[in-house]
């Protein structure tokens, strides 16, 4: 049996951002399958007693800019750029993560947004982008809109959000192999060494 | 030229441990100078108006504790141990590693803090731990003493931490290679790759 990797992602978060560019070689590499679960990133933060990012003091954002840009760089990726609206509220993106799921076009979706949000800069909450990405993964916009707003749907996302707090989840992106959880697009050395682990 | 890499640690951190258990093959494998910069962590930390360590919420303490534990495996080290006296107060250890850094014992004197506070769990402030540390490294006990108590030993720490504040530092350990900055035992990587660029 293949080890499952569960992805628990906001896609107003730019480490989960970063995340999300590796895991196609990832899951490659190692064999395993890739479960993709949009939470709510401003409610865990909110669960944990947390600010919303980028928080903490002007060294440390300033810090983190920079380090949203070492990464983009390590990883080949367009230059990082950080979206004038942020932090941004990534609730209907997240829901619309959740149809792009049940429609088998996650991966273009979240690619999508993904490059308009930290490339170019444009706000994940923007119907714009969302329709734009939609469209890019080959998806009904007026219908996944439906969807997206529908009381499943908004369930759904409220469950995934729950369940992770539950599990220990206090950021994104967070992986778990089973109840092995890892914090951060920083540890998926990390990750990628527990799924070769016993194979 | 060789690049130089500062690293600025507290002998109360961690994630600083961790690090220094890599530095001396980083250096071997880039050709770089290691400057180490003891700092007092609380007062960064106070500077920036963040709590002591760990901090957060319990299912952050959680997992950091599983994190160390992570890396202490993937590092080959002994399991890691929380002292019970976490977090801890570096100040006495700090100064000493200034001494320690003068009579060039610095790289023994650390490694013999670090294994009795994160191995084997016991109280960097405690003057067991120091007196065992600075006679394992081959240095005189009483007078390293006498010298990390001097006017002149305080005045470089507190020197050694206001100007990592300065230049940028939030937490332990901070690495620099020039003014480029890397917070954290995960940033190693980027730091190798940033000292082999353009040589």
């Not at 469950?159 to 778990?176: Q, S």
Request: aromatic residues 12%; hydrophobic residues 45%.
């Amino acid at each position: 049996m293949p080890k499952v990797l569960e992805f628990f992602f906001d896609y107003a978060s730019p480490y989960s951002y970063l995340a999300s560019t590796q895991l196609e070689a990832l899951t490659a590499r190692t064999g395993c399958t890739l479960s993709w679960r949009p939470f709510l990133l401003g409610a865990v933060f909110k669960s944990v007693g947390k600010n919303s990012p980028p928080g903490g003091t002007f060294a440390q954002a300033k810090y983190q800019l920079k380090d949203l840009q070492d990464w983009s760089d390590l990883y080949g990726l367009p230059p990082f750029v950080l979206p004038a609206a942020f932090p941004m509220n990534g609730l209907k993106a997240d829901r619309l993560g959740l149809v792009a799921l049940a429609e088998g076009q996650i991966a273009a979706f979240t690619r999508a947004v993904y490059r308009r949000a930290f490339t170019q800069g444009q706000d994940v909450a923007d119907p714009a982008l969302l329709e734009a990405a939609l469209a890019e993964a080959g998806l009904p916009v007026a219908s996944c809109l439906a969807r997206a707003d529908a009381q499943e749907t908004k369930d759904l996302l409220r469950k995934n959000t729950d369940e992770a707090v539950e599990r220990g989840a206090f950021g994104a992106p967070t992986f778990f192999i089973g109840e092995d959880m890892y914090v951060g697009n920083d540890r998926l050395g990390m990750v990628e060494r527990a799924l070769r682990a016993g194979t």
